[in-house]
């Protein structure tokens, strides 16, 4: 079947304009969640997604960035007036339940800042 | 606070040489533990995962790892690597109150052929 997709694959954006990055997960998958990994970095974890649950935003860097998810399934991270380093790939992965289960990464959106 | 640490970032073999990468991890309470691995040009995908049972576990690809709770560990082994385990090496750590996973950053391994 059909796996975790993002678009866009890339992006390239001037300092202070606000970008969309979208995530579509894999049917049926209640867990969505965000990463960003920037260069020479590990995953570093931003939002979880959880069925109808208040999601995890706990590790969202600042308030310039917000994600949301609609009808429980395609989900959109927002990041509005966007700095130099926020340049990086924006990975989101998809998991049948939070917690156990596999997630499932899709190729991510490397963003970059000029 | 939550963290994840791999001893190395780069690490290079030759083929049929025994593989070790560190893991160890900072997370209070009971634990989920993976090994993601994302082989050039592919997305990040699952190598194996500990969540309860026997601390041995067995991945795919001839992977495993072991989780040594007093340690705080979780280190992958495989006893003789191939030129296809070129890839970069991930370990992560979620928790069974909450599902935040948290991830090391990365080992590279390169396997000389």
């Known amino acids: 079947g059909a796996g975790v997709s993002q678009s866009p694959s890339n992006k390239v954006t001037e300092k202070g304009k606000d970008v969309e990055l979208r995530c579509d997960p894999i049917?049926?998958?209640?867990?969505l969640y965000w990463y960003r990994q920037s260069l020479g970095q590990g995953l570093e974890f931003l939002i979880y997604?959880?069925?109808?649950?208040?999601?995890?935003k706990s590790g969202l860097p600042s308030d310039r960035f917000s994600a949301e998810r609609t009808g429980g399934s395609v989900s959109t991270l927002t990041i509005q007036r966007t700095q130099q380093e926020d340049s990086a790939v924006y990975l989101c992965?998809?998991?049948?339940?939070?917690?156990?289960?596999?997630?499932?990464f899709g190729p991510g959106t490397r963003l970059t800042v000029l | 606070a939550q963290s994840v640490s791999q001893h190395n970032h780069h690490v290079i073999l030759s083929e049929a040489a025994s593989l070790e990468l560190g893991c160890n991890y900072s997370y209070g309470g009971t634990v989920n533990l993976f090994w993601y691995v994302q082989y050039p040009g592919q997305h990040l995908q699952l190598l194996l995962k500990?969540?309860?049972?026997?601390?041995l576990v067995k991945g795919i690809k001839g992977f495993e790892a072991e989780f040594i709770k007093s340690k705080f560990s979780f280190n992958l082994r495989k006893p003789s690597v191939q030129w296809s385990d070129t890839a970069e090496y991930f370990c992560?750590?979620?928790?069974?109150?909450?599902?935040?996973?948290?991830f090391g950053a990365g080992t590279r391994l390169f396997v000389k052929a």
């Open positions: 997604f959880q069925g109808n649950s208040a999601p995890d």
């Open positions: 500990y969540f309860s049972g026997d601390p």
């Open positions: 992965a998809s998991s049948q339940t939070a917690g156990t289960d596999t997630q499932y």
């Open positions: 049917s049926g998958h209640t867990a």
């Open positions: 992560a750590v979620s928790g069974t109150g909450g599902f935040k996973t948290i």
